[in-house]
Each structure stands twice: as structure tokens, then as C-alpha cells.
């Protein structure tokens, strides 16, 4: 699934539901900062796998500033992983440079202008570092995921649930729903 979402919090991409004891749960945060509208860029290289970009030209409802993807916080393995601007990467807490395989069945990678995490289900992530992300998920995690990237059940007349299961109303309620709060924060 493929958005544009200017909210100016932290917001659930992808989390796992329901996971049975052979897949590895996932957990995906996009971390949004506060940009001046006049930093909208228009590169619109677009892909058509599931993707949660934040680079729109659109005015936010009364501000004069828009959120923008800044960092993703990557949860598997029990790992977490921090991709921040610039292509910082952080592991555990820990700074570290690209390339590097951390522990068995993970990998990550720094290749032109982007980072990208690769695990050994099939997991990918791809952050440009200032705007812009691409997750993909394997097959094995249909209907087993909720977030801003959709439910991943190949029906996209469903694909703005929010995270009480309700069907949104915008794509603004459906965004407000995957904000992370106290509560649903997973990832510290």
C-alpha cells in the first residue's frame, strides 16, 4: 500500500497480530518531525510494493508546517533497530555503520543513497534516510499485519482500518489511529 501521510507524530506502520510460534514478530515505527512546507521535494521514484512515504505537497489542516518521515525504529528478533536521518543507523541503543549482520538472520546494508534492513523470512526496509520508506513483507505475513501500510490482505477497499478494526473515515482518522501512544508503544 502506497500513502501520503503528513501527521506530525510517531505512527505504526506494520505490527503483527495474531502470529503463530514459526513467524517472527514485526514491529515498524515511522517517527515524523515537523518540516516548513517549503522543503516538499517531488521525487516520485514510485515502486509498486507497499510503501509509507511522507513527502506530499498538500497543506496540512491549520498549520503551516507538515510532518515528514524522519527515523523508523524497527522491531524483530527481538532487536530493535533505529534508522535515522542521514542514514544513522543504531542497534540496540548502539551506533553502527553499515554493512554489518548483528546476529544471525539479519543484515544491514547501506547502498548509494539509501539503508535497508534484510532479515532471513523475507523482511525488507528501505529508508532514504530524509523522507521516504519502502517495507515488504513476505506472503507468510497476509492477513497477520495492521498499521499504516495496510492489513496486507490484498483487498485495497479495506486498506484504511484502523487500528480498532473500524474502517476510517479519511485517511487522516485512519492515520490518527495508528499514532503510538503510551499505550500502544511497543519500542523504547
Not at 52 to 77: C, M, N, Q, W
Not at 123 to 140: M, Q, R, Y
Not at 173 to 183: A, K, P, Q
Request: negative net charge; hydrophobic residues 30%; charged residues 40%.
Amino acid at each position: 500500500m502506497k500513502h501520503e501521510f503528513e501527521g506530525k507524530s510517531s505512527y505504526i506502520l506494520v505490527r503483527t497480530t495474531n502470529m503463530p510460534q514459526n513467524l517472527p514478530e514485526v514491529y515498524v515505527e515511522g517517527i515524523n518531525k515537523k518540516v516548513d512546507d517549503d522543503d516538499d521535494d517531488d521525487d516520485d521514484s514510485d515502486n509498486d510494493s507497499r510503501m509509507a512515504r511522507d513527502d506530499s505537497d498538500e497543506d496540512s489542516d491549520e498549520d503551516d508546517y507538515t510532518g515528514r518521515l524522519r527515523r523508523l525504529k524497527i522491531r524483530v528478533y527481538n532487536h530493535t533497530i533505529e534508522f535515522k536521518e542521514n542514514r544513522v543507523v543504531v542497534l540496540d541503543g548502539e551506533r553502527v555503520r553499515a554493512p554489518i549482520s548483528p546476529f544471525l538472520g539479519l543484515k544491514i546494508l547501506e547502498r548509494s543513497s539509501r539503508i535497508y534492513l534484510k532479515t532471513d523470512f523475507g523482511l525488507s526496509v528501505e529508508f532514504n534516510g530524509d523522507s521516504k520508506a519502502e517495507i515488504i513483507l513476505p506472503t507468510s505475513y497476509k492477513k497477520r499485519v495492521g498499521g499504516l501500510c495496510g492489513n496486507f490482505d490484498g483487498r485495497k477497499r479495506n486498506d484504511l482500518m484502523k487500528s480498532d478494526g473500524s474502517q476510517a473515515k479519511n485517511v487522516k482518522d485512519f492515520g490518527d489511529s495508528w499514532r503510538v501512544t503510551s499505550d500502544t508503544r511497543t519500542i523504547r
